[in-house]
């Protein structure tokens, strides 16, 4: 529904159920996780031939100005780390329902 038509009261009903949406906030990670494959380099190895051996998992995560960093995700803690990748997300999507709901009380000079 878009905000502009959706009365003060409703605006603020749909805040308090994006509230409850919310992931535990203690479990987010903010990047990708990518997929890394690796050539060894050793003599014979048959990973010479194919893509390398992996796939290794990396959490990806950019900040204004600089490369991104790259941080190692052991494969046992793969699924929660995508879990948590996933709460960030959602967390963030949630936060700017809300900001908007906010946003659009202020320009009604409506209370907050
Ligand atoms: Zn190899």
Same mark, same amino acid.
Request: glycine fraction near 8%; charge should be positive.
């Given at each position: 529904? +878009? =905000? ?22 203690? @479990?987010?990670?903010? #990047? @990708?996780?990518?997929?890394? &494959? ?7 190895? +048959?990973?010479?031939? #194919?893509?390398?051996?992996?796939? +290794? &998992?990396?959490?990806?995560? @950019?900040?204004p100005g600089q490369r991104p960093q790259m941080d190692y995700v052991p494969?046992?803690? &793969? ?18 329902? =809300?900001?908007? =709901? ?11």
């Amino acid at each position: 529904m +878009k =905000i502009e038509t959706e009365p003060a009261a409703a605006l603020r009903k749909r805040r308090n159920a994006l509230v409850r949406r919310l992931p535990p906030l203690k @479990s987010i990670l903010r #990047g @990708s996780l990518i997929e890394r &494959y690796k050539r060894c380099g050793k003599p014979g190895c +048959k990973c010479a031939e #194919g893509r390398g051996h992996g796939p +290794k &998992y990396y959490l990806s995560v @950019s900040f204004p100005g600089q490369r991104p960093q790259m941080d190692y995700v052991p494969k046992e803690t &793969y699924p929660q780390a995508a879990e948590f990748v996933a709460n960030y997300r959602r967390a963030r999507d949630v936060l700017e329902e =809300i900001c908007a =709901i906010n946003r659009e009380l202020l320009r009604r000079r409506e209370g907050l």
